[in-house]
């Protein structure tokens, strides 16, 4: 049964949430506190999925998402009654997957876990095969069978989200995508998000991996990415 932390201070919605996920077929691993979130998933570091709750005391969501992406890339969804850009842009670049405003459809967020674990496998070496989508430059590698990226010599710990998106770009080699372009085809119908998002994950990716001679990650002023 595949694991499910959920981080929400208030009984009420923590109650909602567990419920309807244990409905879903999940094994859920609760937490009312940054503090114990983070405790609770040292303890299962075999979870799947982490949904933060970000207005608390103490340890905000946002810290829990940043101590868990020092060590670990699991999908992470933010939970929040706050909908401005910047709450969305800054869960984002601190390694969310998703965003979820509250009040939220209990059916919306089952299928939002559903499409992270759809899009997320643990890396693993598997042998090399046809049917393997790989893409490889000078000191690049990038797998999506089993959501891997090698640079130069070492492996990177890549969130689903920016690995779907270098992988799309770099299969398309001089092929310019828009922003729209982008959204759907690396989040989908199923995320409901601005291009902003896309800035985003390109930043990030621009922090891990450095553009050489032979390859690099464009901007088409005015358009998009390539």
């Keep these: 049964m595949k694991k499910v932390l959920v ?3 208030e009984a009420s919605i923590r109650g909602f949430i567990v419920i309807n996920l244990r409905r879903a077929g999940y094994d859920v691993i609760e937490a009312e506190s ?3 979130a983070l405790e609770r998933l040292r303890e299962n570091p075999d979870a799947r999925v982490a949904l933060l709750d970000i207005m608390l005391p103490g340890i905000d969501g946002y810290d829990v998402c940043r101590e868990i992406r020092k060590t670990s890339s699991v999908p992470i969804i933010m939970l929040s009654a706050k909908g401005e850009v910047f709450d969305k842009v800054l869960g984002l670049e601190l390694g969310a997957d998703d965003y979820i405003m509250k009040p ?14 759809r899009r997320y496998q643990p890396a693993k ?11 490889e430059y000078p000191g690049l590698i990038v797998n999506l069978s089993n ?5 130069n010599g070492r492996v990177l710990d890549m969130p689903p989200k920016e690995l779907e998106l270098l992988y799309f770009l770099a299969s398309s080699p001089n092929q310019v ?8 085809n690396i989040w989908g119908y199923e995320y409901i998000g601005d291009t902003r998002t896309v800035d985003v994950h390109v930043k990030r990716l621009r922090e891990k991996i450095k553009d050489t001679e032979q390859w690099g990650i464009a901007t088409v002023w005015g358009i998009g990415y390539k």
């Design 7 to 9: 981080l929400e201070d």
């Design 34 to 36: 940054g503090e114990e």
């Design 104 to 117: 939220f459809d209990s059916k919306e967020m089952v299928a939002r876990v559903k499409a992270v674990l």
């Design 125 to 135: 070496p598997v042998p090399e095969q046809p049917s393997i989508k790989l893409v």
């Design 147 to 151: 959501y891997s990226v090698e640079y």
């Design 177 to 184: 995508f828009t922003r729209e372009q982008l959204l759907d």
